[in-house]
């Protein structure tokens, strides 16, 4: 696995800039600047702080593309826009999915 190939992915997949990134993370910008020039690979402690800025946890940033984890743009989208949901508007979603009745069981 291409480490920083796929961590760019996710940036450019979010619209991040490095620089957004860098201040999002709290990762300096010139550390983060050399992992995706120089193909530096960051240790597990950056690397854990630039997956929960971009919205994955270690295991799924290292599960193979065909497990059920990986998601399509527009999934992470909507789980994106769900966490950003105040708790009351997340019940109501929860309860319109639910309610459907083929996905019950």
């Given at each position: 696995?291409?480490?920083?190939?796929?961590?760019?992915?996710?940036?450019?997949?979010?619209?991040?800039?490095v620089?957004?990134?860098?201040?999002?993370?709290?990762?300096?910008?010139?550390?983060?600047?050399?992992?995706f020039?120089?193909?530096?690979v960051?240790?597990?402690?950056?690397?854990?702080?630039?997956?929960?800025?971009?919205?994955?946890s270690?295991s799924?940033?290292?599960?193979?593309?065909e497990?059920?984890?990986?998601?399509?743009?527009?999934?992470?989208?909507?789980?994106?826009?769900?966490?950003k949901?105040?708790?009351q508007?997340?019940?109501?979603?929860?309860?319109?999915v639910?309610?459907?009745?083929?996905?019950?069981?």
């Open positions: 696995m291409d480490i920083i190939k796929k961590l760019n992915e996710l940036r450019l997949e979010r619209n991040m800039s620089y957004r990134l860098a201040e999002l993370s709290g990762i300096n910008q010139s550390t983060l600047a050399n992992t020039s120089r193909g530096t960051p240790s597990i402690k950056n690397l854990e702080l630039l997956c929960n800025t971009l919205g994955v270690l799924q940033f290292f599960a193979d593309d497990t059920p984890m990986s998601l399509s743009p527009s999934e992470r989208t909507l789980i994106k826009n769900y966490r949901l105040p708790p508007l997340k019940e109501s979603v929860s309860n319109i639910n309610a459907v009745p083929d996905l019950r069981n």
